[in-house]
C-alpha cells in the first residue's frame, strides 16, 4: 500500500475539468499519492488547496496555453496529463442543430488536441510522461438519445490510440478510460431534468451489471494507475470502468416467489 501512497511523489500533474466530478476526484487522489497537481476549469475558484486552481477555456488556443504554461512552471515542469474537460449531449443524430454538433465536439474532441499539444514539449522533458483521456463506454456501446455525445467519444478513443502510437517512442504513454454512468453533478442535473427523476435513476443502476452508478472516485483509481509509473508497461489501453456494462450479458432475473 505504501508504494501506491507515494508513487507520484516528485510528479507534476494537470487535470483539466479538475473543479468538479471526475476531475476533482482525479486530481485529489494524485495529490494524496505526491504529486503537485494543477486543475485548469472554467471556473477553478472552488478547487481547494494544496491543489492549484487555473483558469482555462478548452475551446481557446490561447488560453490553453497560457494556463499549461502557467501550470509547468509553478509545478516545476508537467509529467502527467489527464484530459477530462468534457460536455455532454442528449438526442438522436436528427436532434442537435449543426451549432451544437461543433460546440460539443470542439470541447471533448479538439480540447484534447489543443490541451496535450501545449502540454507536449513539457512532457518530452519528463523522464514519467503520461497522458490520460476520459473516454466513455458510449465510444463503443449504442446508447439511445446519445448520438452526438457517443460520436465525441468514439473519436476520443481513436485519437487515444493514434497518440499512442505518435508518442510511444518519445516515451509518452497515451491511454483512456471508459466510465460507465458516473454518479457526477452533471448527471444528477439530468436526472433533476427528467419526467420521472427516480425511474431514470433506477433504468441507469439496472443498465450496468452491477447495478449502480459508477462513481467518480473509482474513475480516479483507474485513471491514477494508468497515470501512474508502475503502468510504465501499459500504454494505448481503454480501461472500462462500467460496472461491467462494455462485456457483460446477464440474464434477466427470475421473478420473487
Same mark, same amino acid.
Given at each position: ?24 476526484? =482525479? ?106 483521456? =476520459? ?48 454518479? =457526477? ?73
Amino acid at each position: 500500500m505504501s508504494t501506491y501512497r507515494n508513487e507520484f511523489t516528485g510528479l507534476a500533474a494537470v487535470v483539466t475539468g479538475g473543479a468538479s466530478g471526475i476531475g476533482l476526484a =482525479t486530481a485529489t487522489v494524485l495529490a494524496e499519492r505526491g504529486a503537485r497537481v494543477a486543475c485548469l476549469d472554467l471556473n477553478p475558484e472552488g478547487v481547494p488547496a494544496p491543489l492549484l486552481g487555473l483558469a482555462a477555456d478548452v475551446t481557446d488556443d490561447g488560453s490553453v496555453r497560457a494556463a499549461v504554461a502557467a501550470a509547468a512552471d509553478a509545478l516545476g515542469g508537467i509529467d502527467v496529463l489527464v484530459n477530462n474537460a468534457g460536455i455532454g449531449a442528449r438526442g438522436s443524430v436528427e436532434e442537435n442543430s449543426d451549432e451544437e454538433w461543433h460546440r460539443v465536439l470542439d470541447v471533448n474532441v479538439v480540447g484534447i488536441a489543443r490541451v496535450t499539444r501545449a502540454a507536449l514539449p513539457h512532457l518530452r522533458a519528463s523522464a514519467h510522461a503520461a497522458i490520460v483521456n =476520459t473516454c466513455s463506454i458510449a465510444a463503443s456501446a449504442g446508447l439511445p438519445q446519445r448520438a452526438l455525445y457517443s460520436a465525441s467519444k468514439g473519436a476520443v478513443q481513436a485519437l487515444t490510440l493514434a497518440m499512442a502510437a505518435d508518442h510511444v517512442r518519445e516515451g509518452i504513454r497515451v491511454n483512456c478510460v471508459n466510465p460507465g454512468t458516473v454518479d =457526477t453533478p452533471w448527471v444528477r442535473r439530468l436526472l433533476d431534468a427528467a419526467d420521472d427523476p427516480a425511474g431514470e435513476l433506477a433504468a441507469l443502476r439496472a443498465r450496468q451489471p452491477t447495478g449502480r452508478l459508477v462513481s467518480a472516485d473509482e474513475v480516479a483509481a483507474a485513471i491514477a494507475y494508468l497515470a501512474g509509473p508502475l503502468a510504465a508497461a501499459t500504454t494505448g489501453t481503454v480501461l472500462a470502468v462500467d460496472g461491467g456494462m462494455h462485456g457483460l450479458r446477464l440474464r434477466p432475473e427470475p421473478p420473487p416467489g
